[in-house]
């Protein structure tokens, strides 16, 4: 007969149960899930303003604005700066960064069927919650200043890059650091999982009101109330599965069509 210590099963690295004894031996601080919860936005706008700075550089008249088209290429910049973020605290914490994403389960295309599954299900809140804000704010279906995130005033160089490298690491990047890395920590820290929740899901909104920043009050709050359902979705997901990969898959289809709406 198996003892105790046999029998239990072996808590997966990135569960709640296993970051609270790592809380208790002093290795997960609220430092981590703050700086990446709060700070991926503004590592999205500091790469803009890269982009701008260099445009001013060249003397365009409009560089700021001329940056925003730039969104699908400098935004990778921001990507890394999260990754070397997340394995910096995972190394404190003893696991790797692919504990994070919890297991994938291949088998008979499960974790495919359920990406797919995913997608269709948090999809229409995306495309629905945009519908109805930009209605209720601008009174047609298409915002005035929509142009500002549409990738068509790329040379095709960049185009390619944002169709074929962008949203492989921005969509993964993004999943790990809200949902992989920052909500569990702060779940654990505070003991609670609903404020979690909700503090992970306004600044996982509010990233992307940084999408080609403009000063709009009424552009961001557009983005804001049009992401919100959509995240709220995709995060109700997670907290039930406690799986990234699926959820990873559903991102970059949603990637995929942003980039290729925008161009076309």
Not at 53 to 71: S, V
Not at 162 to 174: G, H, K, L, R
Request: with cysteine; proline share 6%; glycine share 8%.
């Amino acid at each position: 007969m198996p003892n105790a210590s046999e029998a239990a099963p072996a808590l997966q690295p990135n569960s709640v149960a296993a970051i609270r004894a790592r809380v208790a031996a002093g290795r997960v601080t609220w430092i981590g899930p703050l700086v990446l919860t709060v700070g991926r936005g503004f590592f999205w706008m500091a790469a803009q303003g890269l982009v701008a700075l260099i445009f001013l550089l060249r003397r365009h008249p409009t560089p700021w604005h001329d940056a925003c088209y730039w969104w699908s290429v400098c935004f990778t910049l921001g990507d890394l700066t999260c990754l070397a973020l997340m394995r910096h605290f995972t190394r404190r914490e003893g696991i790797r960064m692919r504990d994070l994403i919890g297991p994938i389960r291949l088998r008979h295309g499960r974790d495919v069927f359920l990406g797919l599954g995913y997608y269709f299900l948090s999809f229409p809140f995306f495309l629905g919650a945009g519908y109805i804000t930009q209605k209720f704010l601008y009174g047609s279906a298409a915002a005035p200043n929509s142009f500002l995130i549409h990738s068509n005033a790329l040379p095709f160089w960049a185009f390619l890059y944002s169709i074929t490298i962008y949203w492989v690491i921005q969509s993964a990047t993004e999943e790990m650091t809200y949902q992989g890395f920052s909500l569990p920590r702060m779940e654990a820290l505070s003991g609670r999982t609903w404020p979690a929740f909700a503090i992970v899901a306004f600044w996982f909104t509010v990233q992307h009101c940084v999408l080609g920043f403009v000063p709009d009050w009424r552009a961001n709050v557009c983005r804001f109330l049009a992401m919100l359902p959509g995240v709220v979705v995709v995060m109700l997901i997670y907290v039930r599965t406690r799986r990234l990969g699926p959820l990873i898959l559903a991102h970059w289809l949603i990637d995929i069509g942003a980039i290729l709406i925008n161009r076309f």
